[in-house]
T-cell receptor, first 113, second 114 residues
């Protein structure tokens, strides 16, 4: 069962515009949601997270929005830069199973100069 | 550099063989996690150890096993290898349990089974 879904395998955006990456989840008990970024030949790196009790978290150019009723979160990157081109994984974790972090399949973002 | 070290970076072997992947966590981290990333797949959680003890298990095949040693490094053993086991295997670490989900990943070990 795929508890964390990213339905867009890829996304292309012009430099300077907004990138919006989407993620859906099925388990309403998740406590934290995260975004990881992965460049080729590197491991994923943590980007930003949000607690399930919040609906927005911002860090510089990156903002994550959480809509619990829709079981949906999104990552906004404004403005997009070529260096943002990477695979973005949405992930979720549970306090009751706090050693398990579940990842989505990833979305490959290309920012075109 | 995340501070997590994985060896080997690349490994090519034949079906039916056995391999061992090694992971050294960040200094001070007690938890080690193993993930598998197959082609076009997300990161599938395999198993997690905390301070030498198995803590959580995911979709890990019976042909796979892992352990964490007293010096906190971990090994993932893959046996009776099949073509479908070809994948990137990532190790990650965290200080303790990580319900916030923040993990530090190594660069991965790419396994090719021919």
């Amino acid at each position: 069962d795929q508890q964390v879904k990213q339905n867009s395998p890829s996304l292309s955006v012009q430099e300077g515009r907004i990138s919006i990456l989407n993620c859906d989840y099925t388990n309403s008990m998740f406590d934290y949601f995260l975004w990881y970024k992965k460049y080729p030949a590197e491991g994923p790196t943590f980007l930003i997270s949000i607690s399930s009790i919040k609906d927005k978290n911002e860090d510089g150019r990156f903002t994550v929005f959480l809509n619990k009723s829709a079981k949906h979160l999104s990552l906004h990157i404004v403005p997009s830069q070529p260096g943002d081109s990477a695979v973005y994984f949405c992930a979720a974790s549970l306090k009751t199973s706090y050693d398990k972090v579940i990842f989505g399949p990833g979305t490959s973002l290309s920012v075109i100069p | 550099d995340s501070g997590v070290t994985q060896t080997p970076k690349h490994l090519i072997t034949a079906t039916g063989q056995r391999v061992t992947l090694r992971c050294s966590p960040r200094s001070g981290d007690l938890s080690v996690y193993w993930y598998q990333q197959s082609l076009d797949q997300g990161l599938q959680f395999l198993i997690q150890y905390y301070n030498g003890e198995e803590r959580a298990k995911g979709n890990i095949l019976e042909r796979f096993s892992a352990q964490q040693f007293p010096d906190l490094h971990s090994e993932l053993n893959l046996s009776s290898l099949e073509l479908g086991d070809s994948a990137l295997y990532f190790c990650a670490s965290s200080v303790g349990g990580t319900y916030t989900g923040e993990l530090f990943f190594g660069e991965g070990s790419r396994l090719t089974v021919l």
